[in-house]
């Protein structure tokens, strides 16, 4: 088929996996956001001590836990898992191309002079591997001691998720290398979210100045919502907060 085989096949398929990814960054940084507010509201670490989902008396950072847990999530996250190793596997390739095409190893190609000044655009390969690589340890904080015994019976089930937010927020050099994930995260979207328009042909100059600004704004907030949700961690569990 053309959109598997031509180039421009799997630049929109690079695109629409990115598009997939983006929204479950927002999602998944909005429910993380809920544990700062719960930090306002007393809410902080208020689990009841029950298997129920959606109990009353849950901080808001619970219940968005619980969200996660319903069987259309857990049937999602093959999905989610796919969409990334089609992203990963489509940017490898991609590379590889622009590589080949230049006669050697050179930066990450891009077809215009903004995307050409831009750092984030010319090592987004770089940028896709530190992400990936702190993607597994990312994993084995949470979604191991979550979702995988929910899913599969494997490992022990942890209920109250403020802990696991403690546990793992609460050494500040942890903290400082998810500080460095959320850094190239925030650099891939910057260049990832407009040219995920340019690739659909949304490339025309008007367009592409408000795309920039978008993206911009976009990367923005879903990087504030996971370093703000890290920070207030690390605060609540060295007690710097009441």
């Known amino acids: 088929m053309f959109i598997f085989n031509s180039s421009i096949g799997k630049k929109f398929i690079q695109a629409v996996s990115g598009a997939f990814l983006i929204i479950f960054l927002l999602l998944h940084g909005t429910i993380n956001f809920f544990s700062v507010i719960d930090s306002f509201t007393g809410k902080y670490g208020v689990v009841t001590n029950d298997d129920v989902l959606f109990s009353e008396g849950d901080g808001l950072f619970k219940l968005g836990c619980d969200f996660m847990s319903l069987p259309i999530i857990d049937i999602m996250v093959p999905i989610l898992a796919l969409g990334i190793l089609v992203h990963i596997g489509y940017g490898c390739w991609l590379t590889y191309q622009n590589i080949?095409?230049?006669?050697?190893v050179k930066r990450y190609e891009v077809s215009s002079k903004a995307a050409a000044d831009s750092w984030s655009a010319r090592n987004m390969f770089v940028l896709g591997l530190v992400i990936l690589g702190i993607?597994?340890?990312?994993?084995?904080?949470?979604?191991?001691?979550?979702?995988?015994?929910?899913?599969?019976?494997?490992?022990?089930?942890?209920n109250n998720p403020y802990l696991l937010l403690n546990a793992t927020f609460g050494k500040w050099w942890i903290l400082l290398g998810y500080l460095i994930w959320f850094a190239a995260i925030y650099m891939h979207l910057l260049h990832g979210f407009w040219s995920m328009f340019q690739t659909v042909g949304w490339n025309g100059k008007t367009w592409f100045k408000r795309l920039k600004v978008i993206g911009v704004i976009v990367a923005t907030l879903i990087i504030f919502l996971f370093v703000a949700a890290a920070f207030n961690a690390f605060l609540q569990a060295n007690n710097f907060i009441a």
């Open 100 to 104: 080949k095409a230049r006669g050697g």
């Open 135 to 158: 993607l597994f340890f990312h994993l084995s904080h949470f979604w191991a001691k979550m979702q995988l015994p929910e899913m599969f019976g494997i490992g022990n089930f942890e």
